[in-house]
T-cell receptor
Framework: GNSVTQMEGPVTLSEEAFLTINCTYTATGYPSLFWYVQYPGEGLQLLLKATKADDKGSNKGFEATYRKETTSFHLEKGSVQVSDSAVYFCALRERGSQGNLIFGKGTKLSVKP | SQTIHQWPATLVQPVGSPLSLECTVE??????LYWYRQAAGRGLQLLFYSVGIGQISSEVPQNLSASRPQDRQFILSSKKLLLSDSGFYLCAWSGLGISGNTIYFGEGSWLTVV
């Protein structure tokens, strides 16, 4: 079945450090891939997405590239800010599906000033 | 633009009491609707999804139920809450066509069963 594996946290970085959160997936078809962010006490917000191989999703300085050859969708940001402190979820959904998003377990990021 | 709202935002309920969480979506027609639960340390779990009025699919057997009385309204209910029902409940929606593969979440409802 489909699954998503992302690096376990928590991840603690200093402000302006480089961020990478690894995400790999297993899927039988051609899924769309997503990163969601959850700020403390809030719901999930879509951060970025990619719908096919080699697509790059980007938003708010975050980027992730859909790598079919390595089945990965790693999240990166060149210079993190304290306001980026949150839990980040990688997820996939089969194209055309009316059903579930498959989520990773989430990675908590803390950025220190 | 489309918006999703759910309420109440927080509630504390005694064991054995009923539950009703409500969710509405605006700015779209015939959305797919979802209820997820995020329990402490257990990630996100899909509870129910609906592709139309009166059409509910349950992903996990439990003492919760869902209903969709109107096109853009989705309700999560329980007749008798258990301690294990505590968690963060998220309503979500997705549209049709090419954009339909993206699921958008509401603000969430914190439920504490005591």
């Amino acid at each position: 079945g489909n699954s998503v594996t992302q690096m376990e946290g928590p991840v603690t970085l200093s402000e302006e450090a480089f961020l990478t959160i690894n995400c790999t997936y297993t899927a039988t078809g051609y899924p769309s891939l997503f990163w969601y962010v959850q700020y403390p006490g809030e719901g999930l917000q879509l951060l970025l997405k990619a719908t096919k191989a080699d697509d790059k999703g980007s938003n708010k300085g975050f980027e992730a590239t859909y790598r079919k050859e390595t089945t990965s969708f790693h999240l990166e940001k060149g210079s993190v800010q304290v306001s980026d402190s949150a839990v980040y979820f990688c997820a996939l959904r089969e194209r055309g599906s009316q059903g579930n998003l498959i989520f990773g377990k989430g990675t908590k990021l803390s950025v220190k000033p | 633009s489309q918006t999703i709202h759910q309420w109440p935002a927080t509630l504390v309920q005694p064991v054995g009491s009923p539950l009703s969480l409500e969710c509405t979506v605006e700015g779209t027609s015939n959305p797919n609707l979802y209820w997820y639960r995020q329990a402490a340390g257990r990630g996100l779990q899909l509870l129910f999804y609906s592709v139309g009025i009166g059409q509910i699919s349950s992903e996990v057997p439990q003492n919760l139920s869902a209903s969709r009385p109107q096109d853009r309204q989705f309700i999560l209910s329980s007749k008798k809450l258990l301690l294990s029902d505590s968690g963060f409940y998220l309503c979500a929606w997705s549209g049709l066509g090419i954009s339909g593969n993206t699921i958008y979440f509401g603000e969430g409802s914190w439920l504490t069963v005591v």
